[in-house]
């Protein structure tokens, strides 16, 4: 699979819903669960990052919730995109991106979404065939203005931005012409996963999934 081909099912994944949530996932058990709730809610497109000790099993258990499609995010190194793609994973999410990752992802037929900061990084990245990137950590290295402004010297490339963005900051993203979607973990609040409420959850992603792009 060529980075443009990755990049052209990226798109697709990211034209699913207006969110992708983000989710840390400590306790297997909320696995299943959040998946459901979040499908129910309108948010298909899931990415666990690989952060914690079950993220691999809870990738394995929710790729079985029906309507659900799974990524895995914060992949570093080509065994962790390995082991994403055996566990279910669709795709991948990554920070950034190293030549060791670019090939894993074309050996692994595994559609990657690559993340930049910088013009330099972005053209780097143009250059290899990624047209959808992902922009991290967004909030930080100056939100929606910044993407704003490499949308006029970069108009081709299309992006995900995540780091810090919240419900109310999402609407400035999804209105540039270069976002097809954000990344995001307000949808699945650790408070609300810790006590069950699921309910509360598929509520956050219907408000989520209804947000205008």
Same mark, same amino acid.
Not at 45 to 72: F, K, N, S
Not at 178 to 191: F, R, T
């Given at each position: 699979m060529t980075p443009a081909e990755q990049s052209k099912t990226a798109l697709a994944l990211c034209q699913m819903a207006p969110v992708i949530p983000v989710l840390v996932i400590e306790d297997l058990a909320h696995a299943v669960p959040l998946a459901q709730a979040l499908v129910a809610g309108?948010?298909?497109?899931?990415?666990?990052?690989?952060?914690?000790?079950?993220?691999?099993?809870?990738?394995?258990?929710?790729?079985?919730?029906? &309507?659900? /499609? #799974?990524?895995? &995010?914060? /992949? #570093?190194?080509?065994d962790q995109m390995s082991e994403a793609r055996a566990a279910g994973a669709r795709f991948a999410v990554a920070p950034g991106a190293t030549s060791a990752l670019i090939d894993a992802a074309r050996l692994n037929e595994m559609p990657l979404l690559p993340g930049a900061q910088t013009c330099s990084e972005v053209m780097h990245l143009l250059e290899q065939g990624y047209t959808v990137q992902k922009f991290f950590p967004a909030e930080a290295i100056g939100g929606a203005n910044a993407l704003k402004s490499i949308a006029g010297p970069l108009p081709q490339v299309t992006f995900c931005p995540t780091g810090g963005i919240s419900a109310a900051r999402a609407p400035e993203y999804l209105a540039l012409s270069?976002?097809?979607?954000?990344?995001?973990?307000?949808?699945?609040?650790?408070?609300a996963m810790a006590a069950g409420d699921w309910g509360a959850i598929t509520a956050l992603a219907q408000a989520a999934a209804q947000l205008a792009r």
């Open positions: 309108g948010l298909p497109v899931l990415e666990v990052t690989l952060r914690t000790d079950c993220a691999l099993d809870a990738i394995r258990a929710m790729a079985q919730v029906e &309507g659900a /499609v #799974l990524g895995a &995010g914060t /992949v #570093l190194t080509p270069n976002v097809a979607c954000v990344g995001g973990s307000w949808v699945a609040p650790k408070d």
